[in-house]
């Protein structure tokens, strides 16, 4: 059964810093894209940040350029988003996800809640 | 890369077929047979329930249908039940530099 099973969310002051954390199990992670998409509390759904199964292609949503680093570790069947100089539009529930085929996700995690306020 | 276009909220009656658009570009939703559908139920992680245009999980029922005519994909739900109450978003492949395209979500009612 395929699992995702993040952690590191938590309440931080504007411009401080926060090491989201996704176990994975179940499946080959080092053969998927993984990714991760946010949602903000009543809102839709955002791609915030992949990185291919080797490392050797990221991407980074535009909001966020600059403030992210997206990181797995195969060895582990982990992967990791540091996200620096956080914003109160950066609150939202970030959900570790697993790629499938071209531009859609098959498996989500239950997500860890990011909320940012002084 | 803007989200794709879907209306606020559909709604139907128990028994009826509804039907959700998803307006994209020829850059997203009209250049690629990748558009997928979602599911997600109040308080829940969303669920995959259409991928490459009209393709099924295993496991979703086939009252869940997809199709595509030139940028607006659309996903057709037959035989409403009241579970069927959610909020559904699109998802399509794009040739710009993001991994992909969500749109702004449609909330179902069932009546």
């Known amino acids: 059964e395929v699992q995702l099973v993040e952690s590191g969310g938590g309440l931080v002051k504007p411009g401080g810093s926060l090491r989201l954390s996704c176990a994975a199990s179940?499946?080959?992670?080092?053969?998927?894209?993984m990714h991760w998409v946010r949602q903000a509390p009543g809102q839709g759904l955002e791609w915030v940040s992949s990185?291919?199964?080797?490392?050797?292609?990221?991407y980074y949503a535009e909001s966020m350029k600059g403030r992210l680093t997206i990181s797995r570790d195969n060895g582990k069947d982990s992967l990791y988003l540091q996200m620096n100089k956080l914003r109160a539009e950066d609150t939202a529930l970030y959900f570790c996800?697993?790629?499938?085929?071209?531009?859609?996700?098959?498996?989500w995690g239950q997500g860890t809640l990011v909320t940012v306020s002084s | 890369q803007s989200a794709l276009a879907q209306p606020a909220s559909v709604s139907g009656s128990p028994g009826q077929s509804i039907t959700i658009s998803c307006t994209g570009t020829?850059?997203?939703?009209?250049?690629?047979?990748?558009v997928s559908w979602y599911q997600q139920h109040p308080g829940k992680v969303p669920r995959l329930i259409i991928y490459?245009?009209?393709n099924r999980p295993s496991g979703v029922s086939n009252r869940f249908s997809g199709s595509k005519s030139g940028n607006t994909a659309s996903l057709t739900i037959s035989g409403l039940q009241a579970d069927d109450e959610a909020d559904y978003y699109c998802?399509?492949?794009?040739?710009?530099?993001?991994?992909?395209?969500f749109g702004t979500g449609t909330k179902v009612t069932v009546l």
């Open positions: 998802g399509s492949y794009t040739s710009s530099s993001t991994p992909g395209v």
């Open positions: 020829s850059t997203d939703v009209g250049g690629y047979k990748y």
């Open positions: 990185i291919s199964g080797t490392s050797s292609h990221f």
């Open positions: 179940g499946f080959n992670f080092s053969n998927y894209v």
């Open positions: 490459d245009v009209n």
């Open positions: 996800v697993r790629g499938h085929g071209y531009g859609s996700v098959d498996y």
